[in-house]
């Protein structure tokens, strides 16, 4: 089936400095992917940080970017300063757009990251 | 914008029993969804509602029921809660699509003795 691996566990990084959370999916339904990065901060509920459903393109959202990159089959969420306001748990998510009625999200484990003064 | 809300936020039941959660939204969604979250892991995918009276299973629907009710509202059913077993599960709703993003409710913990 489909799957999506990210950054498994807990990331520490420092304020200020850079962030790669690595996303690589494989899909094996039928369907062009559509990429997602959703996450939760503490005390609230899941909510979409970016999305991309062209291979090629860049999203971008709170200053995070997310490449769509087809050969790859990755979407790595990058940050170049993170603040102490990032600390959150990230999820990189699939879906595969068939025009038909599989709306399903694949979601990977979630990465938690914690952003330290 | 909107809201999810889904009831209760926590549920506590005994090893058997059968269990429902609700979940409405004010969005004027099209498509309501049901993910259960175990502990380090991501979300599965238990059943959703394309459009009202529509019933999708997803790739954790053993062991589970579901009734869109309305438009508004998703109910999920757990047929028999495992003993030991505990979870959250959220509700989501979106337009249709499978581009569509989704807006999640805050959850229910479901904790069997």
């Known amino acids: 089936g489909d799957s999506v691996t990210q950054t498994e566990g807990q990331v520490t990084v420092s304020e200020s400095k850079s962030l790669i959370i690595n996303c690589t999916y494989s899909?094996?339904?039928?369907?062009?992917?559509?990429l997602f990065w959703y996450v939760r901060y503490p005390g609230e509920g899941l909510q979409l940080l970016l999305k991309v459903i062209t291979a090629g393109q860049k999203g971008s959202s709170r200053g995070f970017e997310a490449t769509y990159n087809k050969e790859a089959t990755s979407f790595h969420l990058q940050k170049a300063s993170v603040q102490e306001s990032d600390s959150a748990v990230y999820y990189c998510a699939l879906s595969l757009n068939s025009g038909g009625s599989n709306y399903k999200l694949t979601f990977g484990k979630g990465t938690l990251l914690t952003v330290t003064p | 914008g909107g809201i999810i809300t889904q009831t209760p936020k926590f549920l506590i039941g005994q090893e058997g029993q059968k269990l429902t959660l609700k979940c409405q939204q004010n969005f004027n969604h099209d498509t309501m969804y049901w993910y259960r979250q175990d502990s380090g892991k991501g979300l599965r995918l238990i059943y959703y509602s394309i459009t009202e009276n529509d019933l999708q299973k997803g790739d954790l629907s053993e062991g589970y029921d579901a009734s869109r009710e309305k438009k508004s509202s998703f109910s999920l059913t757990v047929t028999s809660a495992q003993k030991n077993e505990m979870a959250v599960f959220l509700c989501?709703?979106?337009?249709?699509?499978?581009?569509?993003?989704?807006?999640f409710g805050p959850g229910t913990r479901l904790t069997v003795l």
């Open positions: 899909a094996t339904s039928i369907g062009y992917p559509n």
């Open positions: 989501a709703s979106s337009i249709q699509g499978a581009r569509a993003e989704q807006f």
